[in-house]
């Protein structure tokens, strides 16, 4: 009777094994018997089956079920009644019918596709970058306060626009980072955007068309926003470099056949934000550039023949004016000349000795009253350096390299070449940015009009950078990173 028994069971296990094998085979989704199903009938065919020591059935001979893995014992087997149990467990690829039962699913339902999600570098970009983003709403508002009390807004004038661009900023950063970013290397999109911001950038230096602001014209201004094209131009200027430098035909063996021809889209955007004018931006662009050169494999030499060649640039138009000269010379000495080019560097240098070690506290600061031109904007890191110390200036400069160590390896471990010059070339961007601006405030260099990323008001700046960043995030997540 035992045995009469057991070849029952085997022979129901059997037939339901082979139904299984033959469903599988039918390309209707109607005419498919789910695993659970297997398993139900399994367990009608119970008597056959063997209850172990611990409770659970014992797997039958290697007819029954499904094969697993090759073994020499009946162990290795999977019974269709272990199927119906995993078919439980991936419950949310079931539907329930009307009648309790479960449907039978469609040939594509079920069907687990790509996972898509952040690794430990992407996190740790994502966490640096609300970081930033929150430690900046927080020092704008210390460093605007005062002189947005005149304002219509009051007080929290600069905030409410700052925050804003941060809103409209992380709608793009989400966007970008849900994006596949194979889409910004088709030629429309990358050209399209290469396009515009030449466009925009030649607007600028018309009169009545730019906008005039403190003896530069740098803004357009569409209706109540305004905001400024070589923000824009940066970030196409990447997208531009990373495509050219990742296509197949692309090499870089030679400095004039090879190399000069990727140069020209930087080279033209570098010469019309010298019209504005804007040497620290434009000189940016040609910097990361060359940067975006080496990660793409350029020679030593002709980089050096680059650099060289930019340098000699910039002297040149630095000391064609006699504004900029001095500009160029007072960094040295700005308390030699105080009351003229000296002047903000001065009050910048006043506000990190007021400082000290932990600061004169959140908004305490003086130097904000009246005293240092633009805390809000471009000289925003000497409020830091007042109110929250050098402890201060470290923790917030730790954060920007954080951002920047977790950007270069997401951008290493990319298996497409698009991905990691694109990747590289933003955090490059922020990077540039960042250096340059902390050495102008602390008069490491020459006093120019750049802003630090996430801190200096500016809401269409902050959330164009959101967006770049974004789409880092959407490159580390497309490669698990």
């Not at 209707?28 to 119970?46: N, S, V």
């Not at 650099?307 to 900029?324: D, I, K, T």
Request: charged share 20%.
């Amino acid at each position: 009777m035992k045995g009469a028994a057991l070849r029952g069971a085997k022979g129901a296990a059997r037939g339901a094994g082979k139904r299984g094998r033959d469903a599988a085979l039918t390309e209707e989704g109607a005419g498919r018997w789910t695993a659970l199903e297997l398993g139900r009938e399994a367990r009608q065919a119970g008597p056959g089956l063997e209850a172990g020591g611990d409770g659970r059935e014992q797997r039958l001979a290697p007819e029954a079920g499904r094969a697993g893995p090759r073994s020499g014992s009946q162990r290795g087997r999977w019974t269709a009644l272990e199927l119906g149990r995993e078919a439980r467990q991936a419950g949310p690829g079931l539907e329930a019918g009307g009648d309790g039962r479960e449907q039978r699913l469609a040939p594509e339902a079920g069907r687990a596709g790509p996972r898509f999600r952040l690794g430990r570098n992407g996190r740790g970009f994502a966490a640096a970058l609300a970081g930033l983003v929150v430690t900046g709403l927080i020092v704008l508002y210390a460093a605007s306060f005062y002189n947005a009390q005149d304002t219509q807004a009051g007080q929290f004038a600069e905030l409410y626009s700052q925050l804003a661009g941060v809103g409209l900023g992380l709608a793009a950063l989400i966007a970008a980072s849900r994006l596949d970013y194979r889409l910004l290397k088709k030629p429309w999109v990358c050209g399209g955007l290469a396009v515009l911001s030449l466009a925009l950038l030649a607007l600028v230096p018309i009169p009545g068309v730019g906008r005039m602001v403190n003896g530069s014209r740098r803004w357009l201004r569409l209706g109540p926003v305004g905001f400024q094209p070589s923000e824009l131009a940066k970030y196409a200027m990447v997208l531009f470099m990373a495509r050219a430098l990742s296509r197949r035909e692309a090499r870089l063996d030679r400095l004039v056949r090879d190399i000069g021809p990727l140069l020209a889209l930087p080279c033209i955007m570098f010469f019309l934000i010298l019209l504005q004018p804007n040497l620290s931006t434009a000189g940016s662009i040609l910097i990361v550039a060359a940067v975006m050169l080496l990660l793409a494999g350029a020679r030593w030499r002709h980089l050096g023949v680059l650099g060289v060649s930019g340098l000699a640039l910039g002297a040149f138009y630095a000391l064609s004016e006699p504004y900029r000269r001095e500009r160029l010379l007072s960094f040295r000495d700005p308390f030699a000349k105080l009351s003229d080019e000296g002047y903000q560097l001065s009050q910048s240098l006043l506000a990190f000795g007021s400082g000290g070690l932990f600061g004169m506290g959140l908004g305490q600061g003086r130097q904000k009253y009246a005293f240092l031109p633009y805390p809000e904007s471009d000289f925003i890191f000497a409020v830091v350096g007042e109110d929250l110390g050098l402890a201060g200036c470290l923790a917030i400069l730790a954060l920007f390299l954080c951002l920047i160590y977790f950007g270069l390896r997401i951008a290493m471990a990319c298996e497409d070449r698009f991905a990691s010059l694109l990747a590289g070339g933003i955090v490059a961007m922020l990077g540039v940015q960042t250096v340059m601006n902390v050495a102008v405030v602390i008069g490491l260099m020459p006093t120019t009009g750049l802003p630090l990323p996430f801190f200096s008001a500016g809401g269409t700046s902050i959330s164009i950078v959101m967006a770049a960043c974004g789409v880092v995030l959407g490159i580390a997540r497309r490669q698990n990173l």
